[in-house]
């Protein structure tokens, strides 16, 4: 009994090794090379054949493990490259181990695409073109110019040819194309050319009568009613034009190409000492200061206002205009100038005057009820301050009909509002 079962544990596993090397055997084989149509038969393929009909018995058990080491040796070998089984394709049909399908002839042979019946005599000869270097790619187009570099302006128009008017005028004398809002549209401008060059082959400057033919024979009297009409045409200064696909009107046929101006990167490099103000000999030399007192000595200049960018008297003349008016006119409301204050209504108001503390400063009492005061709190305080310095006032049995806090030209308050304190007036 268990001799029997041995012996068909052995058969199991022997079909299961058949069948492994089958499945290896078919994996490697040949990458598909349908290619030929007389394909070579591999000879591991003859041994599937001859295992799949040869029955698996203890007999053959000697050829499924060489089938196996094969397959193995051959598992272990690197793969072949695209290319590589391209170039053994290739060596086999030229030996004559593989033919050419049939289907092949339908695409004709690949060389035949190059050959051409006859050879064009017109055509440029590639090696009369020159040879190409460095210097090549030194050259500019036109729109490739440096004004800095001296070269000349391609905007320029040329002086051979005329030109139209820089805008043309409607039967009412108003610009053809013009916008109020959006401006000039008129695509006629002073770059039309009015006098366009005629074609090189029958331009009079360039003209070769061997190579054209002749419109009329010699002599007969149409050559000269045909060149009156050509001078007829030539001086009507007839503008050609062609409807433009995308714009959707006439435009001109010719006229002077405009190539634009070079990209300005960077501005242009000004003097280091450019002052209008400043004498050379008055300057300041922060170079020779430390870092700390250079940017401390800068900022104070900066804040200033009569600094030494600018002349002697500036500053003050500035104040002074912007107090002139009120000299002018005898009038202080809207200024922080002092004015008359009567010394007694000034004792009596000192209790209020102790409560406001420095917020705000006297400046004058007018019509002996009004009260000016200078005022240094905030600008969004400022209304309620006024009227609670009136309150005081009057608890100190003082007439008083008004109140007014003069700020001068601060209008607010930077530092609180987030605004910047650079910006003025405050």
């Known amino acids: 009994m268990q001799t029997m079962m041995n012996t068909r544990s052995m058969k199991t596993y022997q079909r299961r090794a058949s069948a492994l090397a089958l499945v290896l055997l078919s994996t490697r084989s040949d990458h598909a090379e349908s290619f030929g149509r007389h394909c070579i038969q591999s000879p591991l393929h003859t041994s599937q054949n001859h295992i799949r009909r040869t029955p698996i018995t203890s007999s053959s058990t000697t050829t499924t493990i060489t089938a196996l080491s094969a397959a193995k ?61 460095e210097k090549d790619f030194q050259a500019k187009f036109d729109y490739e110019w440096d004004p800095d570099e001296g070269d000349e302006d391609p905007n320029n128009l040329d002086p051979a040819y005329e030109y139209a008017a820089s805008f043309q005028l409607d039967e009412e004398g108003i610009e053809v194309g013009y916008n109020p809002i959006f401006g000039r549209s008129n695509p006629i401008d002073g770059r039309t050319i009015l006098n366009p060059p005629d074609s090189y082959v029958i331009d009079e400057k360039t003209r070769d009568d061997r190579l054209v033919p002749k419109e009329f024979p010699d002599g007969d009297i149409e050559i000269k009613a045909n060149a009156d009409v050509i001078a007829l045409r030539k001086s009507l200064k007839i503008i050609e034009t062609h409807t433009d696909p995308f714009l959707k009107m006439e435009v001109p046929n010719h006229m002077a190409t405009w190539h634009g101006y070079p990209e300005q990167l960077s501005y242009p490099k000004q003097d280091y000492m450019n002052n209008r103000f400043t004498k050379p000999e008055d300057v300041t030399d922060f170079d020779k200061l430390g870092p700390a007192r250079a940017r401390q000595l800068a900022v104070q200049l900066a804040r200033a206002r009569n600094n030494e960018w600018l002349p002697e008297g500036t500053s003050e003349a500035y104040h002074a205009s912007k107090t002139a008016i009120y000299k002018e006119k005898g009038v202080l409301t809207g200024s922080t100038l002092p004015g008359q204050a009567d ?37 969004k305080n400022k209304r309620g301050m006024s009227a609670w310095a009136g309150v005081l006032i009057r608890n100190c049995d003082v007439d008083c009909t008004g109140v007014v806090f003069e700020t001068g030209f601060r209008k607010r308050d930077p530092y609180y509002d987030g605004g910047s304190h650079w910006y003025g007036p405050y």
């Open 73 to 133: 040796k051959k598992s272990a070998e690197p793969k072949e490259t695209e290319t590589e089984i391209r170039d053994r394709i290739l060596a086999e049909i030229d030996s004559g181990m593989r033919q050419y399908p049939s289907w092949i002839s339908e695409y004709g042979e690949p060389q035949d695409e190059f050959l051409l019946d006859d050879d064009d005599d017109g055509a440029i000869d590639a090696s009369t073109l020159g040879q190409w270097d």
């Open 343 to 379: 010394p007694e209504v000034v004792a009596k108001i000192q209790p209020a005057m102790d409560v406001l503390g420095d917020v705000v400063e006297l400046l004058s009492i007018e019509a002996d009820t009004v009260f000016r005061f200078k005022y240094h709190g905030l600008i």
